[in-house]
């Protein structure tokens, strides 16, 4: 079947660890992206691709950080430098170009810093 | 930000009512969608209209567009305790680098 996979499902963050979180898409979609969700609110954007070997920064990208080796593969690492980390991150991707196509979104990936 | 704004925040109904959502947004449109997401999980694509379109429907869901009011709402008919859900629009800006921006969302709770 085809679809996005997010992994793990739960992960944990001691204080200044970095993390990774992992997505991949058997879509064969040309764009995807990483979206922060935090308790009660909206999708904020972190980062999204739209080719290999590109991305661009959304609208929270301080303290992350991603890359686009394969077309099937977009992971997200969480550094040090993101003071806040703790929220629930969705991967998606598209086709094409984003607004004229539907988005298909992985399961989630919950983050908590202890 | 382009981001959208869902209203209400939180709707309450009995079930086999219709619920009503409302969508605003900012700047010019390509076009705008609906997503559902339930608790905890993905979003998943229920509807796109474009820039063009006024209406459109997809089984118990109407969603309509009005690019002079930057607004939109979807309509669930006959609302059944599984449409219980968070509901978001999502805009991808006419002159923008084709991102895709999420309203804040409306919680939908359906009463059996």
């Known amino acids: 079947d085809g679809g996005i996979t997010q992994s793990p499902k739960y992960l944990f963050r001691k204080e200044g660890q970095n993390v990774t979180l992992s997505c991949e898409q058997n879509?064969?979609?040309?764009?995807m992206y990483w979206y922060r969700q935090d308790p009660g609110q909206g999708l904020r954007l972190i980062y999204y691709?739209?080719?290999?070997?590109?991305?661009q920064k959304g609208d929270i990208a301080e303290g992350y950080s991603v890359s686009r080796e394969k077309k099937e593969s977009f992971p997200l690492t969480v550094t040090s430098a993101q003071k806040n980390p703790t929220a629930f991150y969705l991967c998606?991707?598209?086709?094409?170009?984003?607004?004229?196509?539907?988005?298909?979104f992985g399961q989630g990936t919950r983050l908590t810093v202890v | 930000s382009q981001q959208g704004e869902e209203d209400p925040q939180a709707l309450s109904i009995q079930e086999g009512e219709n619920a009503t959502m409302n969508c605003s947004y900012k700047?010019?449109?390509?076009?705008l969608q609906w997503y559902r997401q339930n608790s905890g999980r993905g979003l998943v694509h229920l509807i796109l209209i474009r820039s063009n379109e006024r209406e459109k429907h997809s089984g118990r869901l109407r969603v309509t567009l009005d690019t002079s009011k930057k607004s939109s709402s979807l309509l669930i008919t006959a609302s059944r305790a599984a449409d219980t859900a968070s509901y978001f629009c999502?805009?991808?800006?006419?002159?923008?680098?084709?991102?895709?921006?999420f309203g804040t969302g409306t919680r939908l709770t359906i009463i059996p």
């Open positions: 998606a991707s598209t086709r094409i170009r984003a607004g004229s196509t539907e988005a298909f």
């Open positions: 999502a805009t991808d800006a006419k002159f923008g680098n084709e991102k895709l921006t």
């Open positions: 700047t010019s449109i390509n076009n």
């Open positions: 691709s739209q080719i290999v070997n590109d991305f």
């Open positions: 879509l064969n979609h040309d764009a």
